[in-house]
């Protein structure tokens, strides 16, 4: 069974850092796309960042330059490091996985979703 579990979201102040991790199992991520996602009470999930398998990235301009995703296979997960955190990152974070290449960040393109990791930036 296709798994995905998000940790590392917490408390943190502006401008502090997290690194989100989304581990898989039931599957090998090496063949998927994941992408991290965030949604506020009341407003529609949003598409943060992607890596494809051929490790192809995106980001959204909120967070361009400040967030990094990465992969690692052998450990069959992926992170989101972010820095410079901003009380509008606030949010719940869920990653995705797709299979196959293409980067997306439309919500109905992925399938199975982890549970999603709070993280909070507040002062």
């Known amino acids: 069974q296709l798994q995905l579990v998000e940790s590392g979201g917490g408390l943190v102040q502006p401008g502090g850092s997290l690194r989100l991790s989304c581990a898989a199992s039931?599957?090998?991520?090496?063949?998927?796309?994941i992408g991290w996602f965030r949604q506020v009470p009341g407003k529609e999930r949003e598409g943060v960042s992607c890596?494809?398998?051929?490790?192809?990235?995106y980001y959204a301009d909120s967070v361009k330059g400040r967030f990094t995703i990465s992969r690692d296979n052998t450990k069959n997960t992926v992170y989101l490091q972010m820095n410079n955190l901003k009380p509008e990152d606030t949010a719940v974070y869920y990653c995705a996985a797709r299979r196959g290449i293409v980067i997306t960040t439309h919500p109905l393109d992925f399938g199975s979703w982890g549970q999603g990791t709070q993280v909070t930036v507040s002062s």
């Open positions: 039931g599957f090998t991520l090496d063949y998927y796309t």
């Open positions: 890596i494809s398998s051929s490790h192809s990235t």
